[in-house]
């Protein structure tokens, strides 16, 4: 019988080991901050890192790049990469504005067709990102960085590069509301982030990304339509980011070229973090959820316990290969590019 | 002529087509003394971009050069003082070492070097942030045009950036091309295990190539900083993905082991006609971005050699 405390099981793991220490290692800071300052300060009890106001803060934050980084999870899993968010964030959150004001600007009017209709637009983006990948047979890296700057264009071509305002106090109920602290924008996240946990786990196709993932010639030769896969797997990674862009503008009420700004290397960084392998067939969602909550957790520590801002990328940066070494099995991989 | 024999020669054909077409549109886009502007304006582009080859011809990335090229342009700024001319050898030995140390952590450590070079970019953010106390720095012109002002100067009518561009394209397809060392990059990149077997040190092979691109990535913001006379940690934002696509338009795929220096130099110029043509034709501002990214993916389609790809990731 194995022992319960065996290599792999810690490998797996190894993610939410390094979330839990962040999240209990950071208190410590600033206790001692406090210690320094001849205050009181019990552990973990006073820590305002640690307080729901301030996990709420976090979750807040991580809600747009979760839904980002849940879509080009399942491109990773197959061993592709997906460049193409920032655009197809842009144009789904301005695409979304557009609708939702001339339909009547009001959730409780025809304008909650605005909705669907963004996602819609992110599955199309994805489509069209598919199938110049697949049917030109360029390497999803470029067609999806070129498909990048084609969304990014399109978004400055609709708006001019002027802000679209959603002042609609209906939507804005997605941040403004909160059931138990915690907006309802988070709990719209956690529905979906289920919804893509059942696809993965429960549906052939998500079977399938592993498949193309794990070993696209032998998943051909056993007649999987590797093409269309991959062509589904673009068009399910455009709707997460039209999530995304629906969560941005939810959380900042503005749609705007730079809405998918940023969102690229903070959303694979999160993919990696989390424990999915870049070359494909291993992670999955629930690891990108660990992920994302590691670098959002870091981002917001280092803030609470007032390291100075120009420290702050080169800690996110080198705690990004500690997770990244932590959580890659070093005997199974003979080599990396 | 059967279409093996065309395939590597499509990226210049590419290029002259381009060139060609736009020339068609609006004759004044020919006038070699405008060219010849154009050509300069991208060197500190091409400079990276010739780095970002190397990484790409061992089969890895390098994200970091952005931010590099950023920490150079405040170490250039801050120390061209103290330093003078010895400003240059500080830089670039700065952007070999933080080479080197991606190089590292992605053989050693096992972190591909997607995430590696990305992670070390942070650590130079942080490192020009630090540097220059979050302000945009200016050089002192005096002292600049006594160090650097040859820079800008011409020889036999040609701007000397050009030549330093020339000569710097000339040593790596020297490198690259007639040395043991250009041979070991390109057995790396076409099969990693198989160069192992053959006794190639493979580590030390793919470390320098880092550094190298390392050192590139710093020329390209020590002239860039001397152009702009100053030095700021965003200065020079966006010049990340336009060097990455110069690189793959050239036609090296991200595969590695296939193109090389040249195919870089004919990728920038493509990148610099496709940006150029659309201010000459008079493409309003706000469709530039998207129409750069179209015509990037018809580029993309002619220029890559499929051959050797079984599979497309």
């Known amino acids: 019988m194995q022992g319960f405390m065996t ?44 307080s729901i106001r301030n996990l709420a803060r976090i979750a807040i934050s991580a809600t747009p790049a ?13 061993g592709s990469i997906d460049l193409s968010m920032e655009g197809t964030v842009s144009v789904t959150a301005v695409g979304f504005a557009y609708a939702f004001l001339w339909l009547g600007g009001t959730l409780a009017s025809w304008a909650w067709l605005a909705i669907p209709l963004a996602l819609l ?77 059942f696809i993965q786990t429960r549906t052939k196709l998500g079977r399938n990304f592993y498949a193309v993932g794990g070993g696209e010639e032998l998943a051909a030769a056993s007649g999987l339509n590797v093409n269309r896969v991959r062509i589904l797997g673009f068009m399910l990674a455009g709707i997460c980011y039209g999530m995304g862009g629906l969560m941005a503008v939810g959380k900042i009420g503005i749609a705007e070229t730079v809405t998918g700004a940023n969102f690229m290397f903070i959303s694979i960084t999160a993919v990696v973090v989390g424990g999915t392998a870049l070359w494909g067939g291993i992670g999955g969602v629930l690891n990108t959820l660990v992920g994302v909550l590691i670098v959002f957790v870091i981002n917001n520590g280092m803030v609470v316990i007032g390291l100075p ?22 005997r199974s991989v003979s080599f990396v590019k | 002529m059967n279409m093996e024999r065309i395939k590597p020669h499509l990226p210049w054909l590419t290029l002259v087509l381009l ?27 091409f400079i990276m971009a ?22 150079v342009t405040v170490i250039a700024t801050v120390f061209l003082m103290s330093f003078g001319i010895w400003v240059a050898v500080l830089c670039i030995l700065a952007g070999a070492l933080f080479g080197a140390v991606s190089g590292f952590v992605t053989t050693r450590l096992y972190v591909p070097s997607f995430v590696s070079t990305l992670a070390l970019g942070f650590v130079a953010l942080s490192g020009a942030k630090w540097l220059s106390g979050q302000r945009a720095l200016h050089m002192d012109a005096e002292q600049r045009d006594a160090t ?26 020297f490198l690259q091309s007639r040395t043991t060392f250009g041979r070991s990059l390109k057995a790396v990149g076409a099969g990693e295990l198989a160069a192992v077997a053959s006794g190639l040190n493979v580590d030390r092979i793919k470390i320098l190539a ?80 998207m129409i750069f990214g179209i015509v990037l993916i018809i580029a993309i389609a002619l220029t890559i050699d499929r051959s050797k790809l079984k599979i497309v990731k």
């Not at chain 1, 800071?29 to 820590?47: Q, V």
């Not at chain 2, 060139?19 to 304006?41: E, M, Q, Y």
């Not at chain 2, 010739?50 to 920490?71: E, H, K, R």
């Open chain 2, 19 to 45: 060139v060609a077409l736009v020339g068609i549109a609006n004759p004044t886009f020919l006038n070699p003394a405008g060219l010849i502007v154009l050509a300069s304006d991208v060197v500190p582009l």
């Open chain 1, 121 to 197: 637009i992110g599955a199309a983006i994805g489509l069209i990102n598919g199938i110049v990948h697949v049917k030109l047979r360029i390497p999803s890296f470029m067609a999806s960085l070129a498909m990048g700057f084609v969304g990014t264009g399109f978004a400055l071509l609709l708006t001019g590069g002027d802000r679209v305002r959603v002042e609609d106090p209906l939507f804005r109920a997605l941040l403004t509301v909160r059931w138990m602290n915690f907006p309802i924008m988070v709990y719209v996240a956690a529905a979906f982030l289920l919804l893509m946990w």
């Open chain 1, 66 to 78: 979760l839904m980002v980084a849940l879509g080009v999870t399942f491109i990773i899993l197959m």
């Open chain 2, 210 to 289: 880092f550094a190298l691109c390392g050192a590139l990535a710093a020329i390209s913001g020590l002239i860039f900083s001397v152009k702009l006379s100053g030095g700021d940690a965003n200065l020079a934002n966006g010049f990340l993905l336009l060097a990455i696509v110069a690189v793959l338009v050239g036609g090296t795929p991200l595969t590695g082991g296939v193109g090389g220096v040249l195919n870089t130099a004919i990728g920038t110029l493509i990148v610099m006609v496709i940006r150029a043509a659309m201010v000459y034709l008079e493409v309003d501002a706000t469709q530039q971005q």
């Open chain 1, 7 to 50: 290599r792999e099981t810690l490998l797996k793991w190894a993610p939410v080991l390094v979330l839990i220490f962040l999240l209990l290692v950071f208190p410590i800071f600033e206790m001692t901050n406090a210690w320094a300052k001849g205050k009181e300060h019990i552990y973990l009890l006073d820590s305002r890192f640690l």
């Open chain 2, 148 to 173: 650097f002002g040859w820079v800008f100067e011409r020889t036999l009518g040609i701007p000397n950036e050009l030549l330093i561009a020339a000569g710097l394209l000339a040593a790596c397809w």
């Open chain 1, 309 to 330: 801002s120009y420290i702050q990328s080169a800690v996110l940066g080198i705690l990004v290969i500690v997770a990244v070494v932590l959580s890659t099995d070093r």
């Open chain 2, 50 to 71: 010739l780095g970002m080859t190397f990484a790409i011809y061992i089969g890895g990335i390098d994200l970091s050069v952005q931010q590099l090229a950023n920490l």
